[in-house]
């Protein structure tokens, strides 16, 4: 049976085991936030719940503008690759904007040290889930997307 298979079958099989590894990693990162942000729901502070729910619109940003790429037939990797990137400096400035809010709030005494810290915990650790899901979907729907990946090595 081995005979029949080739290299190529071989590295589709390989890159199919890794990706779902990045999957079941990325869902179990997601139900540890989850776990992490229900008792917040319910908590007494409105600017907490509030920010709460930036995380969750985080999420929904991310995945509609995923589909929005995998779903437009028009585009060609490159416009992929760019319209990712894009994507990738929206969740920068999300990550930003949340940091500064916090800060803000806590300053104003809205939020207390220990809340703020959970908070700004759960922020990053969203944007770090999101950007899995980045990389998870270069993967599956960009070709060529070592050039991609390339790229932010090459930043880093």
């Known amino acids: 049976a081995q005979e029949r298979i080739n290299k190529d079958d071989i590295y589709e099989i390989n890159n199919s085991q890794e990706i779902t590894k ?5 869902l179990k990162s997601i139900k540890n936030l989850d776990k992490n942000i229900d008792p917040f729901l319910e908590s007494k502070n409105k600017d907490t719940i509030k920010e709460y729910f930036f995380i969750k619109e985080i999420f929904i940003i991310i995945i509609k ?4 790429i995998s779903s437009n037939s028009n585009l060609d990797n490159i416009d992929k690759m760019y319209k990712i990137k894009a ?3 929206k969740l920068i400035s999300f990550d930003n904007l949340s940091s ?3 800060e803000k709030l806590f300053e104003e005494k809205k939020i207390d040290a220990k809340n703020s810290t959970k908070v700004l915990k759960d922020i990053s650790f ?3 889930i999101c950007q899995n899901l ?3 979907f270069i993967t599956l729907f960009v070709e060529d997307n070592f050039l ?3 790229e932010d090595e090459n930043l880093n």
């Open 22 to 26: 990045q999957i079941l990693k990325l």
């Open 65 to 68: 503008e995923l589909e929005n």
């Open 87 to 89: 994507l990738q400096q």
């Open 100 to 102: 500064s809010q916090i």
């Open 126 to 128: 969203s944007i770090l």
């Open 134 to 136: 980045i990389d998870i």
């Open 148 to 150: 991609l990946l390339d």
